[in-house]
């Protein structure tokens, strides 16, 4: 046997990276090198995260100082938060530029800097990765992540519109002035830090809305939705918090352009995905849930027919953690170090 | 004291039943004097609902062969299966035309016969009552339920989606030909029939939408929105199951028509609404959240702005069992027995 | 009308401050004066809690410097973090000596000082007062409720606990050497800290004991079950979370002592609580849900035979922001001042 | 490559059954021949776990007639109901006296005839296979398992207790007279069948007890403390149900007999389990939680010491469906066909 790639994961204490953890332990091509996590650093990651207590994992370190020159690592997981990332993994490719990385975070989504400046009110500090970072949204820039260093991995959000609207959009299928994105996600998507609004007894028995108007994720959106449709696409984006660890449903709706119905819509995404292992487009009239795609890669899509004359709703689903984020980032990887695509990523989903 | 009213609920042993056993149990002006459940007959009403254990309340008897004639009830609340409701008022009010009716099912919401047979397949087994019938939303036709004899109860979804809208479609402030209505639902709205998709095991931890494209709840939306607008309208309307036990929280797209920016929307809205007891209008750009009406009988609506010039976000929230069933019921209760219209809905929402 | 009882909570920030709100909007005979939160002060209560927003509520203002001599206050609620309530309280009573005090924190209620420096690992800051304090369990110490100034609301754990046990134990009808109290919260026990281990993502979909073998509530019980037995009483005693906002259920098993059958000890109960309105023994091999208590301030008992001869298994289930912290406070609040025992207490419990 | 065992699942409609085809679908050495589901007969499991939609997998069949002789299956899987299973596998078993089964139902896990007469009310219909079956507790059972064609897969419940229990009984660490196991199981334990105290509405936001003083799994418990006690062993048993889906965590309360302090349990048990692949015993004083279990066949064990002078104080967590189901089941397998123990069970716990 090849000895296996060498892989770190920053910010292994809070939910994506345990759960680039879960994966990378049952991957057949990787060891794990390295994990950081600065206000745990010294702990063993079963302190963190008692599911590992079975398992041997390098104990938790700081990035504070760390010889990124020296760790011989061949791809790093970046799952640190907003603008930390950019400072980190500037440092991280000055040093070992051979290294490479999938950024968990949304610092190198938006290819624009101006864009970046806009939505984030400053500018970005590592402008020239920027340039270089590829969107690893692998089922439309699949080519382009075989050949990247650093690789953007996309938000849980934006794949799961994404997935079905591009080549909706590509295709021309669909009027671009009339899309509204109704979100509703799972409580892993906001993260791991401690904020009374994401204490259970706050969110249990409970539904709504949140950031209504201006959510940073149509940033995202509004880049890879002009580009699929050659023109300026600004969509209703409107985001949920459902009182469940993990999933996003996404429903779309939408209106065909001249002659594409609800049916001739569904034929695009059937032909789409036909050869993809992780998308999986629902019978006509079926409508995907989250439950039936947790704990896997996959995403389900479905396209039904609105009452509303040349109108269609779409459903999309996917784990938030999983294909939303680490699974995603994953089958970057896969592609980026020469892995099949799929390795590690097998599992079916855990439902009920 | 002078005497209380005489109340029955008809079909006690369901959870809009029992609800309005709650209410009733602590209204000033009324003694609960009939339960009916039919399979459930020579019960206790605590065998059905433990919660009730320690107050007394009359045996559950069967409808079948009830004698209307002579048992001196004042209102009763029918919260039977559809279709069955037509039949047992149909023989109530012939024997006792005195009783007056709220009724929770949809039988009697629809006011035109050939809407309804077309959305449920067969003729009105009581087209006189059907007539008679007045539709039960109280800000809008508080007049008619006051001289009312029987009263159809809105449904859920549509009281939570016509109380934001109906203001604007009366002021012609908003497009009808662009209306998105996503309405999220918790499960006591499935009602207590044993179904396998209704288990626990099979709705924790996962989100779908249901009924997409022909849900029975579009007809009374049709209906009450087209009286609103005077024209046809016909919105997109989704509704789907969030884990939790009560809460509708509908979220709207709309375009404003000329001149009426989001502002001039929510303006409209607070005027509509500045003297209801139970409909409250957030600050502009604040949404509601469905727990915090938990248990009461109010609607909290709130307006935001969305980022594509024109439109509007609108949310709505309301407790499904509560404004969206029996406390609505007991709403239109003390308007036609002459009570003050919020006797015994008094109680503040649960939280947390 | 004679003028209502001006009240006041301090800690309207948190959950058992709220839930004082909550029933204090609804009392008849109480208005309330003031809401303190020191880190929301000059905030409106609507802000903390977005339920409040339809009512009429003083704003929130800070303990610091509060002129307490001229508050003209007649009942105060300490809904304050451990420690902090007894210099509070110190202060408030020595500027108003005739505000009566219903204190929810822990810091009042064990009456040995040693016993509290053991626990609390300091001592006393308000010995006197430690003294003078009435523990508040409204069903043992009614009589002694009635003329206090400054009373000590039992801990939610351990009113489940004792109201069960302590009858059976002044009757020396079980054995006090063998008595375990398996017990499971809702989560608003652990109050509204922003802590990681509450997130809703740790917490929904598990399971788990926590304070094992060294849970402060054990103080509390050490005391009233030897006082009660009339010898040393230390019980097992564990604490678990369940993955819901509201109720403990105890899940307690012993052993009668001679001639005590399973049954005897289920007529002992039924006789202590004949008479009480907020405590309710089910039939005898009726089991208790924590569900049907839920919003209300009763406690369900109920006492199973267990197949090992001569144990019984005895389950006592309430709601722990009701009789567990402030349906329990307002009760005493309604004997401290003269009102009926039960005002402002009537609500049915909520379920579904 | 050689040719892959050939397995069928009796009863995949159900979750034991479906929880077998997630793992064997991903298990290295086994094919899924055969699907059996009579009231589903003809469907495709997508049908009936949408989860399963992306991969091939047989058509529902239905067991009525079917050819067991020529279906050519290596091993099956039995999860139906109790009392179906002993007609089904006695008619399977005469059929095809070489195939081998893991009967997940009760029906074969009481070795003594008298015993399941008097827990099931009726006489064993296949007394001969009864007595031929093999206890599937692989850790304590493992030789027998090898060499057994039939094998009755323990229960949840009594896994999870009987792990902690068995060493210590059988080192005679522990006084048999004063074990009381309090246990808590999510609710995918209670089986998919449509019942209305299984609905979301009825088990969301509650906690119970159920079945206390008298449940089946106590016949097992009996059976097997006893055996490795060398006497009766009758222990307090009390199951409980959490809204949530998966895991069950029992907590145990026992008395060390002398010179066994709590420390020398958790030694006992350490030492036990150090070789297994699936029992982690966490370090003394550390309690487990369901939910770092969930999805894994792992069983994690604490042991604390108790207040309470020579009593400690046990947690063992388990997910129901997987060690304490099908993830036992297939471990049986492995055994029984000859491959590696973990074979396809070595998924990572999925948290949150």
């Excluded at 049952?26 to 090198?33: D, W």
């Amino acid at each position: 046997m090849t000895s296996k790639a060498r892989i770190g994961v920053l910010g292994a204490s809070g939910y994506t990276g345990s759960e680039c953890v879960r994966l990378l332990l049952r991957h057949p091509h990787v060891e794990i090198a390295l994990l950081t996590a600065d206000r745990r650093a010294g702990q063993a990651m079963r302190d963190v995260f008692p599911q590992f207590s079975p398992y041997e994992l390098p104990k938790l370190v700081s990035l504070e100082g760390f010889d990124w020159k020296n760790a011989g690592l061949d791809l790093v997981f970046g799952a640190l938060p907003h603008a930390t990332t950019q400072k980190v993994l500037k440092e991280l490719l000055a040093q070992a530029p051979k290294t490479k990385v999938v950024d968990l975070s949304a610092d190198f989504r938006l290819a624009d800097p101006a864009a970046y400046a806009r939505w984030y009110g400053h500018e970005h500090h590592a402008v020239e990765l920027q340039k270089e970072a590829v969107y690893g949204l692998v089922e439309v820039y699949r080519p382009d992540v075989v050949k990247a260093r650093l690789v953007a991995n996309p938000g849980c959000y934006t794949t799961c519109a994404q997935l079905p609207l591009i080549p909706l959009l590509k295709a021309r299928a669909i009027d671009p002035d009339e899309i509204v994105v109704d979100a509703k996600s799972g409580m892993t998507g906001a993260g791991r830090a401690a904020r009374e609004s994401m204490l259970f007894s706050e969110v249990s028995e409970g539904f709504n809305a949140y950031g209504v108007g201006h959510h940073r994720h149509m940033a995202e959106l509004d880049q890879e939705f002009s580009k699929a449709a050659g023109r300026e696409v600004v969509v209703s984006f409107t985001p949920h918090l459902v009182p469940m660890n993990r999933g996003i449903l996404s429903t779309i709706y939408v209106r065909g352009t001249k002659n594409h119905l609800p049916e001739s819509l569904h034929e695009i995404l059937l032909k789409a995905y036909a050869k993809e292992a992780f998308v999986h487009v629902l019978p006509f009239g079926e409508m995907p849930q989250t439950r039936h795609v947790r704990g896997s890669n996959l995403t389900f899509i479905g396209v039904t027919k609105d009452r509303v004359a040349g109108r269609a709703i779409i459903g999309s689903a996917l784990d938030n953690l999983v294909k939303g984020a680490s699974g995603q980032a994953i089958q970057n990887m896969n592609l980026m170090l020469g892995f099949p695509e799929a390795a590690g990523l097998e599992q079916v989903a855990l439902f009920p």
